[in-house]
């Protein structure tokens, strides 16, 4: 076996640069990509100045309902910076600016509705009325937990004479109960469908790779098409292991070195992005990938019709990624779902493995 090794490594002398750049550029491109649309979604996001002048325990909720928002970039300023915020506002740097009075505490406390909070916009300031909305409901919801909170003292006192249950014990308690029963989200679903659940990043950076990958390992077994139509094949008639063997060492070779990238991707892209899939989906989807494209690349007839059958494989599984979701089960067979969704896609691994082995074993079509 070491024997064949060396003469796969001799055989790749003079395209060993371009095999390492086709080996790390998916993480490249997965990084890039990432950080590109999350500064591009980042920008779209309407700016909006806030003022704290009550530096209170109900504005810091509200405050922090307005930053979890999609759409809005929030930027804090001190009571003492006022002015500066209403001067980049002038300058058309904000959308609108929101102040909380001193006094906003004791208005949430006398259940008042109106000036509640001083805001300020121009004539450019698009998304002012949602931004109103959004702020309106969120002080709504302070008004009802105030409201609850003297209900349920009124009533201790009604019945006890006394209060014993502080305001944060409800407060926290409603919350508590709010999110247990998530009353505001619900997942609407007809009758025997499953629930599609949405992820709340902006990109996957594992389905950006998983393609990006695919793609890459067309390019890197190109060696496989070069090799099986050139005059090399000849030299091992005179050599004491077939051609065939020496494909299939060399497949598990660059399987190995490829499984060795994988595993630094894997850590690259859970500490810089928090997004991690299990080692098992990983390695079980780059065999099933490296299957694939090994059999598509022996079976191309020069490297222009290599490239046009991993596209074409491609697109095929981009198609099959957006009708699969809506079959139950099937999904399981699609490597890329298979991988996104962390499903340990052993069925398919066995069906490739068990396609390899018969093309392989075929004389007239191995060409061995």
Not at 22 to 38: C, D, E, Q
Not at 117 to 135: G, I
Request: include cysteine; charge should be negative.
């Amino acid at each position: 076996m070491m024997d064949m090794i060396k003469s796969r490594w001799i055989l790749l002398k003079r395209h060993r640069l371009k095999l390492i750049f086709w080996l790390f550029i998916p993480l490249f491109v997965t990084v890039g990509a990432v950080y590109v649309t999350s500064n591009v979604s980042e920008d779209f996001r309407v700016p909006v100045a806030v003022v704290d002048e009550a530096d209170v325990e109900e504005t810091d909720r509200i405050i922090k309902g307005l930053e979890e928002s999609n759409y809005i970039r929030i930027d804090h300023f001190e009571s003492s910076e006022k002015d500066d915020a209403l001067r980049v506002l002038e300058q058309y740097q904000y959308d609108s600016v929101l102040v909380f009075g001193e006094d906003f505490e004791d208005k949430i406390l006398s259940g008042e509705r109106r000036n509640m909070v001083e805001t300020y916009y121009t004539d450019r300031s698009f998304a002012y009325s949602t931004v109103k909305e959004l702020l309106a409901s969120l002080i709504q919801e302070s008004l009802n937990s105030q409201r609850i909170t003297e209900q349920i003292q009124d009533l201790e006192m009604e019945l006890f004479n006394e209060t014993t249950i502080e305001s944060e014990t409800i407060l926290e308690t409603k919350n508590q109960i709010d999110m247990d029963s998530n009353l505001v989200s619900q997942n609407f679903t007809f009758k025997g469908k499953e629930t599609m659940e949405q992820n709340d990043s902006t990109i996957d950076p594992w389905l950006i790779w998983a393609y990006v990958s695919l793609l890459t390992t067309v390019f890197i077994f190109e060696f496989v098409t070069r090799e099986t139509r050139s005059e090399t094949k000849q030299r091992f008639l005179y050599l004491n292991y077939s051609f065939k063997a020496f494909m299939i060492t060399s497949f598990l070779a660059m399987l190995i070195v490829m499984y060795m990238i994988d595993l630094v991707t894997l850590l690259i892209i859970k500490a810089m992005f928090d997004q991690s899939v299990s080692i098992v989906s990983l390695l079980i989807y780059r065999a099933i990938v490296n299957i694939i494209v090994f059999i598509v690349a022996f079976y191309s007839r020069s490297k222009l019709s290599l490239y046009r059958n991993g596209l074409g494989l491609i697109g095929v599984l981009l198609g099959l990624h957006i009708i699969m979701p809506f079959l139950n089960g099937i999904s399981n067979f699609h490597p890329v779902i298979a991988l996104v969704e962390n499903n340990n896609n052993f069925v398919m691994l066995f069906v490739t493995i068990l396609v390899l082995t018969v093309c392989l074993g075929r004389n007239r079509n191995a060409r061995s």
